[in-house]
């Protein structure tokens, strides 16, 4: 009985557009911009140009950490013995916590919002999980555990 699972969910964030996409918008601001400088440069203000490369530098950067952030995810597991939570970082190093659920509250800041986080606390430990989910996605994922963590109590 002890290893039943009563809950078993990997948390992920919301996948950004596909490298494709990202391409295709990245090559369609390059051309703008090499359009402006080219335009830039016949009128002699040809100081313009490494700003346009900042800007294309600075987008795809940005397009880059997006991807990567996306790697992340928590799997938690939850038995009538253990509650563990283990983060993947986008590098893949897996850091792993293990709580007892009979001590586990579950605290969700209200109203939930992009701001609210979801805590974990016991025994005077606190630990946040799914601060990348949508505050609908946060708020049900709270509720679910709520249940599983009631279930795993009345299982002992």
Known sequence: MS?????????KPAPPMSPRALSSILGIVIAMNAAFAIYFVSKGAWPMMPFMGVDIALLAWAFRASTRAAKREEHVVLTP????????????AVNEVALNPYWVRVHLDEPPGRASQLT???HGKSVRIGSFLPPLERQSFAERL?????LARTAL
Do not use: Q
């Open 3 to 11: 290893d039943t699972v009563l809950l078993d969910t990997v948390l």
């Open 81 to 92: 013995s253990l509650l563990n939570i283990a983060r993947k970082s986008p590098e893949g």
């Open 146 to 150: 709520k249940g599983a963590l009631y």
């Open 120 to 122: 974990l606390w016991s």
